[in-house]
């Protein structure tokens, strides 16, 4: 048995690991879901060792360990970018902050290798790999396709912020590169910093972009530009990254206002910055994609990095683009890139066949029924043990019970795809208030989604593509938005979870129940967590969630738990 550790040390965020054997992942974790700090930083010590206990083995049984970033590469490519704006700007305080604390990463990391020989006792040298490299090895090699064209977009990677490659079984090419500065996800995060959210908040944007018109689209159009060769870049004009304005400099805030401050209103002028920076990447996305179609002559396409967690770009893709299939990967982010990893030593070095692809995102810790139990009795809980769960959790969903729903292995990725959820009745309105008001307590514009039996998906959004991950935002038919208003966006749309009874069993048998008593295939499907905290994981998390919030019941393995008292 060959074992291979992925790992994501997340100097910036997203920490994760993951474990692959000679049949596949094995364990996926990010670190966050363990220590309970969202977006966790540092070294994942707590997902390494998860891992390793899942498979019992132990560092002396690791064949071989990927590091997800080149730290040498990532400093001297940090060197360059601040002469550069010292030469530009002149701001010789910022720039030698920042490059100061680009050390951290280089240091953090070669510390965090010699700890892993030492372990394993010299037998294994960690290999410092391309990071967008992991982020194409996450997508293609997890993607049920024999050859596919791969496009990875994030923040940054060594040099890079995005790539195009092609994969063909178990090896990847190279096509091209955009290299820093220019990048979507820093774009992307520069907007949502000058909208007064924070890191990692990008998902608000677009959330919020539906409610908004491109009353900036010019501007948007000047500031990220194409280069005729299916590339783009950004005009330095409109930034200043180490200037007193922040991000963005005094020809940007001219055109759309100043910062906004975290305690002010949103106002149109904010709707409307995030509609048109949105507008601008679909268009963006949309003639990448054309370029790559042409360039490869390949059918289907690979999505990875941050920039792939944009669902309603990635829905807009499916529309405008000449590619039939795409498949994103439900981990697209940084966490992912451990998977990545893992496979790209699997395949490179060890010149494994290809694994099965991922069918869904479950690959995380579960846990027995006697533990659940365990810990329900520690709480001194009344629980009981429905005769038929997924029966008696639809009843309740039916008549307007909101309910957490703890089931099987944890997600990997941020989505909660039916393991880790809080459900709700999709036919009632309130339902959308109510659960970001009373329970995830959240921006009342944030929208939910439908979690949709996948052969009945069809008859009521407009979009005939597998959406197994949640990543691809499509139109509700205009005639079944009456139906289903709680997960209807603004717009009209929806970010689908198509449900497949092979993938999820018992999510699959609760959604058909609820089918059953109201005609509906469809619930509301959230992730089980409060707002500002990590996805539950744990039974013990999951009980500390449900008194937190105005959850009705849970139903945690078999068991059904009951409160009075619930928000309304």
């Known amino acids: 048995m060959t074992w291979i550790l992925g790992v994501n040390t997340g100097f910036a965020h997203d920490a994760s690991a993951t474990l692959i054997g000679d049949q596949g992942i094995v364990l996926a974790v990010e670190e966050e879901r363990l220590d309970r700090v969202k977006f966790g930083k540092g070294f994942p010590h707590l997902a390494i060792e998860r891992c390793l206990r899942t498979a019992g083995i132990s560092w002396s049984d690791v064949d071989a360990v990927g590091f997800n970033f080149d730290p040498w590469r990532m400093f001297r490519a940090n060197v360059r970018l601040n002469l550069q704006e010292l030469a530009r700007l002149k701001a010789f305080k910022p720039a030698l902050f920042y490059l100061g604390w680009s050390v951290y990463p280089l240091l953090s990391d070669l510390r965090e290798a010699e700890k892993i020989k030492q372990f394993t006792e010299g037998r294994v040298a960690p290999r410092f790999l391309d990071h967008h490299a992991c982020h194409a090895a996450s997508a293609f090699y997890a993607s049920p396709f024999e050859e596919a064209a791969i496009l990875t977009m994030d923040n940054r990677g060594e040099e890079v912020s995005a790539t195009i490659s092609v994969g063909r079984g178990t090896a990847i090419e190279r096509l091209g590169t955009v290299s820093l500065p220019h990048s979507l996800g820093m774009l992307y995060l520069s907007v949502t910093l000058h909208l007064g959210f924070h890191i990692g908040d990008e998902y608000k944007v677009m959330g919020l972009a539906a409610y908004g018109q491109p009353a900036y689209a010019d501007l948007f159009a000047d500031l990220l530009q194409m280069d005729g060769r299916g590339s783009f870049r950004l005009n330095p004009a409109y930034f200043d ?94 966490a992912g890139t451990s998977l990545g990893a893992a496979f790209e030593i699997a395949h490179r070095e060890f010149h494994a066949p290809r694994y099965a692809p991922m069918t869904h995102a479950c690959v995380g810790p579960s846990f027995r029924d006697e533990e659940v139990e365990e810990a329900l009795q520690a709480c001194k809980l009344p629980y009981t043990r429905a005769p038929s769960l997924t029966r008696r959790v639809a009843e309740l969903l039916a008549e307007g019970k909101v309910i957490g729903w703890f089931q099987g292995a944890v997600e990997f990725g941020p989505r909660a795809l039916g393991s880790r959820s809080i459900l709700a009745d999709p036919r009632r309105p309130e339902m959308k208030d109510l659960v970001n008001r009373c329970i995830k307590h959240r921006e009342g514009f944030r929208p939910f989604a439908p979690a949709v039996l996948a052969e009945r998906a069809a008859e009521y959004f407009e979009c005939d593509h597998p959406s197994p991950f949640m990543l691809f935002v499509c139109p509700v038919r205009p005639e079944k938005r009456h139906e289903i208003p709680a997960v209807t966006h603004v717009d009209g749309s929806a970010r689908l979870q198509t449900v497949r009874r092979e993938d999820h069993p018992r999510f699959w048998e609760l959604i058909k129940a609820f089918e059953s008593l109201t005609g509906v295939p469809i619930v509301l499907n959230t992730s089980f967590n409060l707002n500002g905290e990590p996805m539950v994981c744990t039974p013990w998390d999951a009980i500390r969630c449900f008194f937190g919030s105005g959850l009705d019941y849970l139903a945690m393995g078999p068991f059904l738990v009951g409160k009075g008292g619930a928000c309304r």
């Open 241 to 334: 990254y180490m200037g007193a304005e922040r991000w963005f400099s005094r020809k940007f805030t001219a055109v759309v206002g100043p910062r906004r401050r975290v305690d002010e209103p949103i106002t149109q002028r904010h709707r409307d910055l995030a509609c048109s920076l949105q507008r601008r990447l679909e268009d963006v996305l949309a003639r990448m994609a054309e370029d790559l179609h042409q360039r490869t002559g390949l059918a289907d396409l690979c999505l990875a990095g941050g920039v792939a967690f944009n669902s309603v770009a990635n829905g807009a893709l499916l529309r405008r683009s000449p590619f039939r299939r795409i498949f994103v990967q439900p981990a697209a982010g940084d």
